[in-house]
């Protein structure tokens, strides 16, 4: 593994993926992440199991033998380059720790094709939307280093124990338009990627992962057996209570298929014991707040910049 020295108290190299950096890594990060703390599955889901996960691309400084920073980037099939995670230990900060690993990184995803970079996201498999604005030293640094906003995502938040999530109504009425709604099951996944392929390709991951779950996590709306719309939860962001995603076919909108497919999942995750519910990185949130009561939790702010040629 090759080690860099940056000075002469600091080193930097790859994350071991054997996972022996992972305690104290953990441990650093929870210590100056405020708001985005992570479980060891967490972790895990977010780092190692990302689909494309490189250690080359998952660098650590260490102050002797001390992670004190974090870098994780990657780009897509897109050819968008994200710097998915970074933090620097809140004692290590102001000291161009941060500046020396995105420029490292910026270098790393330019050399894989990216030219534009943006922060957070890396969607199938991602972790934050985008910055917390309540990280302010963030968006100084992200500024600074030519990055601008162009956009927000927003985390809203459901209160499971508010009400039954009762569907049966909605249900009876949905029927006499000959529309049925329904668990999946495994020989649905076919035709479910299938139905994502043509109208929400970048969902079959999250999607994916909801049915390998027990029981499985997706409910669908049907019109004799043909696939109109579809709504999963808890695929991603392992141990918390996180909704969706969820789509209709946009020529079957404003049936109320979308209405019951998204409270027969919140229904499952009050059954599972769960007393909220994440509704992550919308989207329509007019929709959630009528048939959920869902109200706005976490603002991110979407940062990217475009690269030239770096070498
Ligand atoms: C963003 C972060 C990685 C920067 O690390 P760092 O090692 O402090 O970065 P540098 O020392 O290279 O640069 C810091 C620059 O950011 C800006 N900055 C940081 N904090 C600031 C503050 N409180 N007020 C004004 N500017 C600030 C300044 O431009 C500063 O440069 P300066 O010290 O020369 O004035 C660090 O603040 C951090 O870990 N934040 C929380 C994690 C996070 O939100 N990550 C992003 C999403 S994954």
């Given amino acids: 593994m090759m080690t860099t020295f940056i000075n002469p108290e600091m080193t930097l190299r790859p994350i071991d993926s054997s996972g022996a950096d992972d305690d104290a890594l953990l441990e650093m990060w ?8 992570l479980t060891p599955d967490l972790w895990q889901e977010f780092v190692y199991q990302d689909p494309d996960f490189a250690p080359q691309h998952t660098l650590v400084v260490f102050a002797g033998t001390q992670p004190i920073a974090f870098v994780m980037g990657v780009v897509r099939s897109s050819g968008i380059g994200y710097i998915k995670m970074m933090l620097v230990s809140k004692t290590y900060r102001r000291q161009k720790v941060g500046k020396m690993l995105l420029l490292r990184m910026e270098t790393a995803l330019s050399a894989l094709g990216a030219r534009t970079i943006r922060v957070g996201e890396a969607p199938p498999a991602y972790f934050i939307p985008g910055i917390d604005p309540r990280y302010t030293s963030a968006i100084a640094f ?11 995502g927003y985390h809203m938040h459901c209160d499971l124990l508010a009400e039954d999530w009762k569907t049966d109504e909605a249900e009876a009425l949905l029927e006499k338009q000959g529309l049925t709604t ?3 099951t495994s020989s649905d996944f076919e035709p479910v990627m299938a139905f994502l392929e043509q109208n929400f ?4 991951f999250e999607v994916a992962a909801s049915f390998r779950k027990n029981p499985i996590a997706v409910h669908l709306g049907l019109r004799n057996g043909q696939l109109l719309g579809f709504a999963a939860y808890d695929g991603t962001h392992t141990g918390l209570p996180w909704f969706g995603p969820m789509g209709t076919d946009p020529t079957e909108r404003k049936l109320g298929i979308g209405a019951v497919l998204l409270r027969r999942c919140l229904r499952d995750q009050k059954d599972h014991g769960h007393t909220f519910s994440v509704i992550p990185w919308v989207g329509p949130y007019t929709f959630y707040a009528q048939h959920a009561s869902a109200e706005i939790s976490r603002i991110f702010w979407r940062f ?3 690269i030239s040629l770096l070498s």
Avoid: H, I, V
Wanted: no cysteine.
């Fill in 201 to 204: 390709k970048p969902w079959q």
């Fill in 30 to 37: 929870n210590a100056s992440a405020d708001y985005d703390p």
């Fill in 142 to 152: 992200f500024q600074k280093n030519g990055y601008e906003k162009f956009s927000e």
């Fill in 182 to 184: 329904r668990r999946a």
């Fill in 304 to 306: 990217q910049k475009t």
